[in-house]
Each structure stands twice: as structure tokens, then as C-alpha cells.
């Protein structure tokens, strides 16, 4: 078995982040202006947003929050002198921030579909619906309006608190998880049926899932919460309550999957089985049970995603999942195929390239550009990222 | 709606246009996938690439009094140089996608077609090619169709044969109809003697034990590529004959549109020369019998008329996932001659 984690691949992860942060400086240097200038620009900007936002908010108490940004838009935008480049600046440093939120929600759902890879090989094209199913799924269970099951006629209301919703919506999601591994793929596997007819089957199950679910919910914007949300405003970046709330949940997730697979002694089998099956099973592990795990902690994590994915895009629908689901396979791709660290890695990546490129591109573009990179990487480095350099093909 | 209009809209499925232009796309899906084992999952892409080619092609020319280059053109040239032009972005989009995945493991073709795919659908519906490409809403039919419906020896004015009315040359037409069909038949025609030929012995090894062909000195990355490129331009050649029916809608050609071709092909049987026909048939003349019964049987306080659009495409899922584990050779396939495999 390997050791935890390989040294060459953690380099190179380093090295990519510096490269990253080393573009990213050069840019906010040379187009920005130069550092000095830039940061007292931001400072003096910052002191007029704030002096505006305060008048503004002095002159009509009653004005609500929006409105007041709104204000200090316009006033970054109108203000003389160094403000374009600010505002550029801000720009950037917000589309960051964003950009790495995005990716943790993504990396949500992309460990899970890495590690069900590199435990089975099945490429999940079904994994998109797991997405949308925990967002749907917990909107259901939360929303005070009236809901129905498909081809029951009864309407009624659940109504559940939003964090009950949540939880309830991860566990059941989990045990789908269960319940296609049971039912469906462990079969499969049994039959000895390949890995590409196992890859169709799934697109099947992914059609048939989209569809259950907006036959369920209909094709309408589903709103999680209704609550209007807080904002700060720090430095250059503006960030909502809940986006400070979806990060601390996504991270911590994700450092809890990484110590499971690190440290205990069931994330380890998992690794082994990932490695390789065969010589994992030689070796005394329940290859069938590890899968099973996996199974049940992809699909939980990807419902975790999905229910932060609607309160960061602030809505969500049937084909939430089915939109995101070109950027999971982009950053499991990017990361190497079967790395779960990989993926985390890719869907980071994946995360600030698709909302830093707004900032030349039209943003209808965003996950186009992502696509692009997808192709990109497979000419010049197939295994991506973190991916051993092996012959694939 | 009663039975004998259903069955009359059903037998209308079995040759309306879009069912030629389906199997058209399967036929070429075939080329990929039958012949060759190619996990092609964007050729929805194909087929947009190709009615953007012919519907930009033909607008501008319209909207240039019928001139090109000065030189005007007939409405029969018109007609040429678009599909000319669809033909060519396909073979260009074929090469681009062959060039870095062919060399890999089967897989990774399915994701880079698939998102090449939606790249195609991503630019295409994106605002900043608005002039070009007409964003989300696509090209209107009035604006390419002309020099197309100009060409057609039918009547200007609805023609009824046996129980089926449609238009003689407009839209959906008897003129498009026999046009599309015999795209069809050529296409099947092609695939047969192709399939047939040296080069589709080699194309059937390449899908069996590509090591085992490549040890015997031939280029199996060339003749991929040759494949991916013929069935992209057939698929291609389906999009375009699809737009004649509908419009240039970019959203009608996402991934379900891919996934559906596929349904279609594995029903009928990949690797088989009726086979994309008959599952292009079957498949489109089951959705509309499906929606019917489904409309006249189940009461609407259980199944809502909104509802019965996802709630077909849903058995069509389904079908898919029961015909790749019971019967992945479809109707008309040999098992032997099994596309699905490892490698």
C-alpha cells in the first residue's frame, strides 16, 4: 500500500497553487497598477464606500440593505482617480472568494464521484441527480408551501426547519446511495458486466432521475430559504452570511472525509481498494463493503453539496446537479481520475477559473471556459494534476 | 383524444422528418459506436454544429439578396454550399475532438464529446455571439429555410394522403419527408457497403482487439479518427435535416438529445444497418403512444399534462439502463458483435 499521501503529488499540488497565486499577483500588479498605489487605492476607496454607504443610510433609514450596496456600486464606479483599478481589484478579489466557495461545493460532490471511480470505475453520470436530489429533496421537507409525490394525489405541507430538512434530506440521500448499490450497481458488478455498459447504464439512470424530479417538482426556480440574507462587507470582498456559513460547513466536511481516508483504518481499505481491488481483496479486505461505504458517503456528500449549492446560488431545480455535473467530471479529470485529493484539488481549481474568467469573459461563458480547460488538460497531461503518470489508453 | 387519433399520430411518427433525422444521427452514432467502439456522447454536438453551419450559411446569403461573393447564387447552389459549409465544421469539430482523446482510454472520449458538446451549446446560446448565432432563442425558421422549401415540387398548400395531412413543402413537409428519408436510405446504404468494405473489417477489429489490429501495422489512431469524422458529418447531415422540421434551438440539442440517440441505436442494434431506423421509429412512435395512453388513462389529478413530457422521457431512462443490462444488442444486434467493452 501506498504511503498516505504521495510526496510527488503534494509538490506538484504546491507548485500549481504557487504558480496560481504568482498569476494572480503579477495580474493585480501589472494591471492593477503598482502594489503601493493599488493597496492605498483600496484603502481609499474602501473609506468612501463606507462614508457613502453611511449617508446613505443616514438619509433614508429606512433604505434596506440592497440598496445600500447598490450605492456603494455606484460610488466605487463613479469615483475619480485610482477607482477603475479598484474596482478591477475588487472585482478580482471577489471573484476569488467566490470562486473558491464554488469550488469546496464542488469538491463536495466531485470526492465523492472520484472515489466511487476509483473504487468501481464506473465514470457516475448519474452523480449530477444525487446533487439535485439533496437540494430538492430538502426543499421539500422545508418549504411551508404545499408539496405532492409523483402519482399520489395528496397535497400537504412538511415544513421542517431548514437544518432538520438538511440532515434528514443527507441521511436519506446516503441511503439511495445504499439502495443503488444494493439493488443496481452490486449486481452489475456481479454479473461481470463492463465498466463502459456499467457507464451507459448510468446516463440511463441520470435521464431517468432528471426526469422523476421535475416531474416531482416541476422546472421552477425552488427557493431553500426565504430569509433575506446578511452581508459584510471586508476590504474588497462582500460576502453573505450564508456563504460564510456554506464555507465552514463545506471545509469542515471535507477535512473530515480527508481524515477518515487518511487515518482510520476503513479510509485506508478504501485507498487500498481505489489502488487496487484485486490486491486489496488478496490482502483480507471486504472489497464489497468498502464499496458500499463509498457508495453511502458519495451520495451523502453530494447531497451536502447540493443543499449548499441552492443557498449559494440562492435557489435550486431538477437539473441543479445536471448543470454542474461537466465541472465535477472537469476537476475529477483535472485532478487525475480515482484521486480523491485530486479531485478536491480540480474542483478548486475548477471553482476560481470559472468565476475569475467573468471577469474577461461574458459570464453566460463561465462553464464553457471550464470545458475548455477539461480539454486542455487531457492533450498535455491526461492523468492530470495529482494522477500518477501511467499509460491511460 | 380518442384511439384512432392516436394511432394516426403515432403512424405519423413512424415517418415524420424528425424520425428520419434521429436515425440519421444514429446512423452516424453507429459509425462511432457499432463499427468502431467509440464512446461518442456528443452527437447532439454534431448535429447543432452542423444546422449552425447550414442555417448562418444560408441567412447570410438570403440577406445578401442571394450573392455570394457577388456571384448570385440559385436557390439550389444556396442549398449546396450550406450543407457544404455544415459538412465541413463537422469534419473540422470531428478532428478537433479525435485529436486528443483518441489516443486515450474509452471513457475519456465520453466526457471530452460530451463536454465538447455542451461547449458547442454553451456558445452557441452565449448573448456575445447574439448576431451570429441568435443566443438562447436560436435562428427562426423564416430565416434559412427559404432557398430549402423553394427547391420542393410539391404543392404550396396542405396535402392529405391515406389519414396524414401536412404541408407540401413548408416546415414539416412532404418535400422534407421524402428528402430526409432518402438521406436515410444513403446513409444506411453507405453503412452497409462501408461495413462491408476492407475498411470496415478494419474498423470492426479496431473494435474488438485494437492491440491486435495495431500489431498487424495498421494505424488504428487514423482510422478512429477516419470514423469519428463520417459519423460526425452524418450526424451533422441529421441536424441539419432536423432544423428544417423545428427551428436552430441550441437548447434542443443539450445531452438528453445525445442520450436519446443512443437509447434509440441500442434499441434497434448497434452495429446493424436497420437498426438506428427501426429504434428511431420505434422510439418516437413508443413516446407519442406512451403520452396518449398515459393522457386518456390516468387521471390528471395524478398525472398533471404538464407532468407527461418528464414523466415519458423518464421510461426512456428507464429503458435505457433495462436495454444495456438485458439486452444490450438490441433488437436486430448480435450479441457477438457487442460494442460494449473494456479498454
Known amino acids: 500500500m ?201 446516463i440511463g439512470l441520470s435521464l431517468a432521475l432528471v426526469n422523476l424530479l421535475q416531474w416531482w417538482m416541476g422546472g421552477g426556480k425552488l427557493r431553500l430559504s426565504t430569509s433575506i440574507d446578511t452581508r459584510h462587507h471586508w476590504g474588497p470582498i462582500d460576502i453573505s452570511n450564508q456563504t460564510i456559513i456554506s464555507m465552514v460547513i463545506s471545509i469542515a466536511c471535507l477535512l473530515g472525509v480527508s481524515w477518515f481516508l487518511l487515518y482510520t483504518r476503513l479510509g485506508r481499505a478504501t485507498r487500498a481498494v481505489s489502488d487496487n481491488p484485486s490486491l486489496a481483496a488478496a490482502s483480507g479486505i471486504k472489497v464489497d463493503s468498502i464499496v458500499r461505504l463509498v457508495w453511502i458517503l458519495a451520495t451523502s456528500l453530494a447531497a451536502v453539496g447540493g443543499i449548499l449549492l441552492a443557498l449559494y446560488e440562492q435557489a435550486t431545480s431538477f437539473d441543479a446537479g445536471a448543470r454542474v455535473l461537466l465541472l465535477m467530471f472537469a476537476a475529477v479529470t483535472l485532478g487525475g481520475l480515482g484521486q480523491p485529493f485530486g479531485a478536491l484539488v480540480g474542483s478548486l481549481v475548477i471553482g476560481v477559473v470559472v468565476e475569475v474568467s467573468t471577469l474577461w469573459l461574458p459570464p453566460d461563458l463561465k462553464f464553457a471556459t471550464a470545458l475548455g480547460i477539461l480539454i486542455v488538460v487531457l492533450l498535455f497531461r491526461p492523468q492530470g494534476i495529482l494522477g500518477r503518470s501511467e499509460r491511460v489508453g | 383524444m380518442d384511439f384512432a387519433g392516436l394511432l394516426t399520430d403515432a403512424g405519423r411518427e413512424l415517418f415524420a422528418p424528425t424520425t428520419a433525422a434521429f436515425a440519421l444521427a444514429a446512423i452516424g452514432l453507429n459509425f462511432h459506436f457499432g463499427l468502431t467502439g467509440l464512446l461518442n456522447m456528443g452527437q447532439a454536438g454534431f448535429m447543432l454544429l452542423g444546422m449552425y453551419g447550414y442555417a448562418i450559411t444560408v441567412r447570410e446569403i438570403e440577406q445578401h439578396d442571394g450573392q455570394l461573393f457577388g456571384i448570385t447564387m440559385a436557390a439550389g447552389a444556396t442549398v449546396a454550399i450550406g450543407f457544404l459549409v455544415a459538412i465541413v465544421l463537422a469534419v473540422l469539430f470531428g478532428l478537433l475532438l479525435g485529436w486528443p482523446t483518441l489516443k486515450l482510454r474509452g471513457d475519456y472520449l465520453a466526457i471530452v464529446t460530451i463536454a465538447a458538446a455542451e461547449m458547442v451549446r454553451f456558445l452557441g446560446r452565449s448573448q456575445s455571439f447574439k448576431d451570429l448565432t441568435g443566443g438562447s432563442t436560436g435562428i427562426r425558421g423564416k430565416d434559412f429555410k427559404g432557398p ?88 451533422a447531415l441529421g441536424g441539419v435535416l432536423w432544423s428544417f422540421g423545428n427551428a436552430v434551438a441550441p437548447d434542443s440539442m443539450g445531452r438528453p438529445t445525445t442520450f436519446w440517440i443512443w437509447t434509440l441505436l441500442l434499441l434497434g442494434g448497434a452495429a446493424t444497418v436497420f437498426g438506428p431506423i427501426l429504434g428511431s421509429a420505434l422510439f418516437w412512435t413508443a413516446l407519442v403512444i406512451v403520452k396518449g395512453l398515459a393522457a386518456m388513462f390516468i387521471p390528471t389529478d395524478w398525472l398533471a399534462p404538464t407532468q407527461l413530457e418528464p414523466f415519458s422521457l423518464m421510461l426512456v431512462g428507464v429503458t435505457l439502463m433495462l436495454l444495456v443490462i438485458f439486452r444490450p444488442q438490441g433488437i436486430l444486434g448480435d450479441r457477438r458483435e457487442l460494442a460494449i467493452n473494456d479498454r
Open chain 2, 148 to 235: 430549402f422549401e423553394s427547391l420542393s415540387p410539391f404543392p404550396d398548400r396542405q396535402v392529405t394522403i391515406g389519414p396524414f395531412t401536412m404541408h407540401g413543402s413548408v416546415s414539416t413537409s412532404w418535400w422534407l419527408v421524402v428528402v430526409s428519408w432518402s438521406v436515410v436510405a444513403l446513409a444506411a446504404l453507405l453503412f452497409w457497403r462501408l461495413s462491408r468494405s476492407p475498411w470496415g473489417r478494419v474498423l470492426k477489429g479496431v473494435r474488438e482487439d485494437e492491440d491486435a489490429v495495431r500489431s498487424l501495422g495498421k494505424n488504428v489512431y487514423g482510422y478512429k479518427m477516419q470514423a469519428l469524422v463520417l459519423g460526425g458529418v452524418i450526424g
Open chain 1, 2 to 202: 501506498k504511503a498516505a499521501l504521495d510526496t510527488r503529488a503534494v509538490v506538484r499540488a504546491g507548485v500549481i497553487l504557487v504558480v496560481v497565486a504568482l498569476a494572480v499577483t503579477l495580474y493585480s500588479t501589472f494591471i492593477g497598477g503598482a502594489g503601493s498605489d493599488s493597496s492605498r487605492a483600496i484603502s481609499a476607496a474602501g473609506a468612501t464606500t463606507s462614508t457613502i454607504t453611511t449617508t446613505a443610510i443616514n438619509e433614508a433609514p429606512n433604505t434596506p440593505l440592497i440598496q445600500a450596496g447598490v450605492n456603494t456600486d455606484v460610488a466605487t464606479a463613479t469615483a475619480p482617480g485610482p477607482a477603475p483599478a479598484t474596482s478591477e481589484n475588487n472585482r478580482l478579489a471577489q471573484n476569488i472568494v467566490n470562486g473558491i466557495t464554488f469550488g469546496l461545493l464542488l469538491a463536495l460532490a466531485s470526492v465523492g464521484l472520484s472515489l466511487i471511480y476509483g473504487t468501481t470505475g464506473l465514470s457516475n453520470f448519474a452523480h449530477g441527480e444525487q446533487v439535485s436530489f439533496g437540494a430538492v429533496l430538502t426543499y421539500f421537507l422545508a418549504t411551508s408551501d404545499k408539496v405532492s409525490l409523483p402519482l399520489i394525489p395528496l397535497k400537504f405541507t412538511i415544513g421542517l426547519p431548514l437544518i432538520v430538512a438538511a440532515i434528514a434530506a443527507v441521511l436519506i440521500s446516503g441511503g439511495t446511495g445504499w439502495l443503488q448499490n444494493k439493488f443496481l450497481w452490486s449486481p452489475l458488478r456481479r454479473k461481470h458486466v463492463g465498466v463502459v455498459q456499467q457507464m451507459i447504464v448510468s
